[in-house]
């Protein structure tokens, strides 16, 4: 369903009809969803929302599948436990998987391109991380992967400002 929905979007982003609708939304709402559909898998999530909510105008559907394409990611290609932490506007998936190449860090981010680890049945179409770097950059934000080798991996979304 995920593979159809990204699909789905990118056509409509590469063709120029791609919207979003701004709303105010709290951001430990839209992140504690993205988790939801996990929950009961077998796969250990720590989400971590800070105490008061973080309030922000963001398209809800777009940030929550942002996310869930990033939690895809760490339970196919991480290992556990993986961890959602909400700091400010910015939202970060880590894993304790093996990490991502170096030399492919650069790539990631491009449609449909799909890393050495990504190879086999269970890999994707390459278009999750393209599309959350869309959906952050439509935010006035930006999208990071920071990596330890062997110690796993951290994307961060930074969204636009907070109010």
Known sequence: YRLVENVLDFSR???GRKTYSLERHSLND????AVQ?????????AVRLPAAPVMAEVDAEAVVRAVQN?????????KGPIEV????????VSDRGPGIPPEERERIFEKFYRGSAAGGPSGGAGLGLALVKHVAEAHG??????????KGTRFTICLGSSS
């Open 13 to 15: 982003i590469e063709e």
């Open 30 to 33: 839209l992140v504690a969803s």
């Open 37 to 45: 559909p996990f929950e009961g898998r077998d796969v250990e999530i």
């Open 70 to 78: 990033l939690i895809e990611n760490a339970v196919k290609y991480g």
């Open 85 to 92: 932490t909400l700091a400010g506007t910015a939202i970060t």
């Open 141 to 150: 934000g930006s999208v990071r992967v920071d990596c330890d080798p062997g």
